[in-house]
T-cell receptor, first 113, second 114 residues
Framework: NAGVTQTPKFRVLKTGQSMTLLCAQDMNHEYMYWYRQDPGMGLRLIHYSVGEGTTAKGEVPDGYNVSRLKKQNFLLGLESAAPSQTSVYFC????????????FGQGTRLTVV | AQKITQTQPGMFVQEKEAVTLDCTYDTSDPSYGLFWYKQPSSGEMIFLIYQGSYDQQNATEGRYSLNFQKARKSANLVISASQLGDSAMYFCAMRGHNFNKFYFGSGTKLNVKP
């Protein structure tokens, strides 16, 4: 019963490097989300997807790109990492409707030096 | 615009006592859901309780209850009989009917004292 799995769990990048965070869910959810968590700011939505092949911007999309080529996977890319992108990243998935909760991955701690 | 406000950055409660964590929200959606999540020091996000905007009764789940006051746009979490394991960060969240995005508050760090 895997739920939502994020890869990797930890990563250190140098400024200017690129990387991709992978999120995989096995619950057949239509909706998937990428959040970043910073102290005192809660979780802020980066990008989200309402179905395979769709993506949309959230509150803080700059510096990130996403893709959802398969329903079960949602990838978050950092093209040129900056120290301001040091954060904990969470992927979440959910089914449609306002009455169902989001299921979260375990988080990825990213440090950009 | 959707917004969730948690005004208590940190709170202390004595073990076995009840505690209320505040949450207010703002939305123009006619239908929405309100959620509380717990984040222990290990970092995972644990779903606790849900309240629908059209629900007439306040939601309860074990020691958790949600004090929902729609007119005041508040959805406070009440934890009864606090336990040491309740020490964690707690997030209030809202999901609108349109676009199905989840909006989170800034969180409240609860410390339960023995």
């Amino acid at each position: 019963n895997a739920g939502v799995t994020q890869t990797p769990k930890f990563r250190v990048l140098k400024t200017g490097q690129s990387m991709t965070l992978l999120c995989a869910q096995d619950m057949n959810h239509e909706y998937m989300y990428w959040y970043r968590q910073d102290p005192g700011m809660g979780l802020r939505l980066i990008h989200y997807s309402v179905g395979e092949g769709t993506t949309a911007k959230g509150e803080v999309p700059d510096g990130y790109n996403v893709s959802r080529l398969k329903k079960q996977n949602f990838l978050l890319g950092l093209e040129s990492a900056a120290p301001s992108q040091t954060s904990v990243y969470f992927c979440a998935s959910g089914s449609g409707g306002a009455n169902t909760e989001a299921f979260f991955g375990q988080g990825t701690r990213l440090t950009v030096v | 615009a959707q917004k969730i406000t948690q005004t208590q950055p940190g709170m202390f409660v004595q073990e076995k006592e009840a505690v209320t964590l505040d949450c207010t929200y703002d939305t123009s959606d006619p239908s929405y859901g309100l959620f509380w999540y717990k984040q222990p020091s290990s970092g995972e996000m644990i779903f606790l309780i849900y309240q629908g905007s059209y629900d007439q009764q306040n939601a309860t789940e074990g020691r958790y209850s949600l004090n929902f006051q729609k007119a005041r746009k508040s959805a406070n979490l009440v934890i009864s009989a606090s336990q040491l394991g309740d020490s964690a960060m707690y997030f209030c969240a809202m999901r609108g009917h349109n676009f199905n995005k989840f909006y989170f508050g800034s969180g409240t760090k609860l410390n339960v004292k023995p």
